[in-house]
């Protein structure tokens, strides 16, 4: 059985940055589509960002794009959020997913997702 647990989150001031990671065991970590998403307060889970498995292709929501940045490092079996130029907006819980399906690029990760607990992000003005 797969486990993501993310960690990195905290809090921060606006304008600052925080790095977001996330540790997968359980299944091969290559061939898989994987991103993040998170969740504020009386709203619904959006996409934040996707990576595909060779970490060629990457999809940004509008919110963040120039802003975070996401890798992954396959010998590690681990993924990455940098975070900058933070605002209150984007406080949130931030969760870890994999896709199901290998070696099929998902970029707004709308699969079959395995989730992680999630991780607080809190920004302050």
């Known amino acids: 059985q797969v486990q993501l647990v993310e960690s990195g989150g905290g809090l921060v001031q606006a304008g600052g940055s925080l790095r977001l990671s996330c540790a997968v065991s359980?299944?091969?970590?290559?061939?898989?589509?994987m991103g993040w998403f998170r969740q504020a307060p009386g709203k619904e889970r959006e996409f934040v960002a996707a990576i595909n498995w060779s970490g060629n292709n990457l999809n940004y929501a509008d919110s963040v794009k120039g802003r975070f940045t996401m890798s992954r490092d396959n010998a590690k079996n681990t993924l990455y959020l940098q975070m900058n130029s933070l605002t209150p907006e984007d406080t949130a819980v931030y969760y870890c997913?994999?896709?199901?399906?290998?070696?099929?690029?998902?970029?707004?990760?709308?699969?079959?997702?395995?989730w992680g607990q999630g991780t607080q992000v809190t920004v302050s003005s």
């Open positions: 359980g299944r091969t970590f290559s061939g898989y589509s």
């Open positions: 997913a994999v896709a199901q399906r290998r070696w099929v690029w998902v970029p707004r990760l709308n699969d079959n997702n395995d």
